[in-house]
């Protein structure tokens, strides 16, 4: 879809629709008002006839309303005014975008991004407005032999209005924020709903090729005898249960000066995760195609980083294989060497994911790094924590902390920080090796990160589980590309262009 930034009154909008917003009893918002003078009073003698009363998520088509100069004009319900936030104002969007896509109005003017969001200014509408849209337009069919439910003529172009012309040049910056973070989110999305026999590490490898190619990135893919030389024997225990071959995959966004320390987001790149011989129940066991989610957020938000061409050093690592159950897989009791020589006993096969991104953030210790933030499908712990609203944050820096809840905040893609005490260093004990590889049910999504921070102990590091906002189950199960907006945000904040 294309975007524009327009100032100027709605009623004079010469384009196939122009979309206003009426709040609960029939109270017309600002634009809406406008029109309804222009128009003599057209909108709200339709309303008085109780054809609309503003509730959240309705809409209704208005054709030929008198002195506009659009074709149709969109009425969209926002709800109770002084309950109009974030959610309620990215839920109307959506219900605009899902309404024009059904008219066939290939244009329009929206006019919502003019409505006031408490805390909220109007860059930041902008963006939202963007990313919904885009959100609300995906579709994943790549596997499907005959399309069902497209739009015979899909919305196209999408002018968003900003209340002054000042504000054209923040529009438009905002603009452009968010199509990179929408087009990171769609690449994620995409790699999270591809199934495992198709998105293998292989596969992710030379998606890792192609950005790299398309964007101007620099790239290197380990192979398994590379990762041997490492002595990644913790990442390679998970993958010699599978018959596909384990990547590491080196992305480099060299956007900073050649002596400015690099960000490094490390993702996991688990393809497919049975759970090995610890092996999961059969019920949903398909979603764990998505257990390579931090993966595919690793390389969106790399993406998103290159297009917006971000003035810093940013270093993608994915460590990526399959966790199958083999002869050759895991077994309960087995003891692991480490990249940092530390041992692991390895207690459970299916917490695999802290064994192959513990030698990923070992590696990353070769870049000097600012900064380091995992990004993983971790625990089922955190999806009982934090359900599917907030990933969870946890870091061994208060400042790290507090910058990746500042951008979660303004990206609206939240976070919410767990504790990090070493006392919960203590469930992690074992008779055997320097360590276990879980602490058992109590605090399971802090304990998992307790595991990684043991290898983190040489920069300043940060954690994200999102286990539990990856990706939706249910009607509209699929991936959903979180959290990219956060990583962007994150990244955009470091290079100085982050906003309040």
Known sequence: MEFSIKSGSPEKQRVACVVVGVYENRRLSAPARIIDQASGGYLSEILRRGDMDGKAGSTLLLHHVPETLSDRVLLVGLGKEREFREKQYRDAVRAAVKTLDETGATEAALYLTEEAVRRRDQPWRVEQAVLVAMEAQYRFDQMKSKLEGEPRRPLRKLILAVSRRGLLPQGEAAAARGLAIAAGMKLAKDLGNLPGNVCTPGYLAEQGRLLAKEHGLEVEVLERADIEKLGMGSFLSVAKGSDEPPKFIILQHKGGGKKDKPLVLVGKGITFDSGGISLKPGADMDEMKYDMSGAAAVLGAMKAAAMLGLPLNVVGLIPTCENLPSGRANKPGDIVTSMSGQTIEILNTDAEGRLILCDALTYAERFEPAAVVDIATLTGACVIALGHVASGLMANDEGLARELLHAGETAYDRCWQLPLWDDY???????????????????????????????????????????GTAWKSGKEKGSTGRPVPLLVHFLAGRAGQGKG
């Open 425 to 467: 260093q203590e469930q992690l004990k074992s008779n055997f090796a320097d360590m276990a590889n879980i602490g058992g049910r109590p605090a399971g999504t802090i304990t998992a990160a307790c595991f990684l921070a043991r290898f983190t102990k040489k920069y300043d590091w940060a954690h994200l589980d999102i286990a």
